[in-house]
């Protein structure tokens, strides 16, 4: 079996159909191209047997359903709000300085501070997110608070 020729196969074929079920679903463009392209690298990470084509047809369904049942289950769990709400919804002047300096950390920081305290997460879900280990997200967070305290320290002693 040349799993690399019955992907490109399956996609040629599914990927139209695909597209249809998840955008029905997700109601989200690029949340259905994610959806798919997900479904494909499941192909790919399982190399399935199929016993025909209908067959081959019905597991790329079921796993790009599956996919889309569990994005929305990520939306309702884990709400996000746009950069552009968040600046918008903001009153206070110390609070869009906040965000001003939230923006400006390293990569690295900003990362695991955003997760932790925006999104909720908990420091072993953000290592496991990251691929890092939780002491890495531990020091991480620790840097990108001691960054912002001194930053706040600047602009307060002004």
Request: charged share 35%.
């Amino acid at each position: 079996m040349d799993i690399e020729k019955d992907i490109r196969e399956a996609v040629i074929k599914y990927s139209d159909m695909l597209y249809k079920i998840c955008i029905v679903i997700l109601c989200n463009e690029q949340d259905a191209q994610d959806a798919i392209q997900d479904t494909f690298c499941r192909y790919l990470e399982k190399k399935p047997e199929f016993r025909d084509k209908e067959h081959e047809k019905a597991w790329l369904i079921r796993v790009a359903t599956n996919i889309c049942r569990d994005m929305i289950r990520f939306r309702i769990w884990h709400p996000k709000i746009s950069i552009d709400e968040v600046e918008n919804t903001l009153i206070a002047s110390e609070q869009k300085e906040t965000l001003k300096e939230l923006l400006e950390l390293p990569v690295k920081q900003k990362t695991v501070i955003y997760l932790h305290y925006v999104e909720g997460y908990h420091i072993k879900e953000i290592a496991d997110i990251l691929g890092i280990t939780e002491g890495a997200v531990k020091t991480r967070l620790m840097r990108g608070r001691k960054q912002m305290r001194s930053a706040w320290k600047e602009a307060y002693n002004r």
